[in-house]
């Protein structure tokens, strides 16, 4: 293992979940489309510690049809839609309660 590289992750770790939600949902303000994307499953996930750590997260992703000012409602992937992966680079600082999305995305 590199001191300071990236490293394997367990997808349940709650930094990754916080991290995982952070970024889908700024995923989802940056789409011009009106629907929701949703994750339709975990891919891997690995993180470093900078100042902080970063969590490199790839997921498979789909629309929806909620639409992105309904909030609370349970949202499945379409079945017509083509699915998608992301990776998000995810910076979190907990102590400053500060999460960043690092650009650029890869989706």
């Given at each position: 293992?590199?001191?300071?590289?990236?490293?394997?992750?367990?997808v349940?770790?709650?930094?990754?979940?916080?991290?995982?939600?952070?970024?889908i949902?700024?995923?989802?303000?940056?789409?011009?489309?009106?629907?929701?994307?949703?994750?339709t499953?975990?891919?891997?996930?690995?993180?470093?510690?900078?100042s902080?750590?970063?969590?490199?997260?790839t997921?498979?992703?789909?629309?929806?049809?909620?639409?992105?000012d309904?909030?609370?409602?349970?949202c499945?992937?379409?079945?017509?839609?083509p699915?998608?992966?992301?990776t998000?680079?995810v910076?979190s600082r907990p102590?400053?309660?500060?999460?960043?999305?690092?650009?650029?995305?890869?989706?």
């Open positions: 293992m590199l001191v300071g590289g990236l490293t394997d992750v367990d349940n770790e709650e930094g990754v979940q916080n991290a995982l939600n952070f970024a949902s700024q995923h989802n303000l940056k789409t011009e489309d009106p629907f929701l994307r949703v994750k499953g975990v891919v891997g996930v690995k993180k470093q510690i900078v902080g750590i970063k969590y490199v997260i997921v498979n992703m789909t629309k929806t049809n909620c639409m992105k309904a909030p609370n409602e349970q499945d992937g379409l079945a017509d839609s699915p998608y992966q992301c998000f680079s910076w102590w400053l309660s500060d999460m960043q999305l690092l650009e650029p995305r890869d989706c």
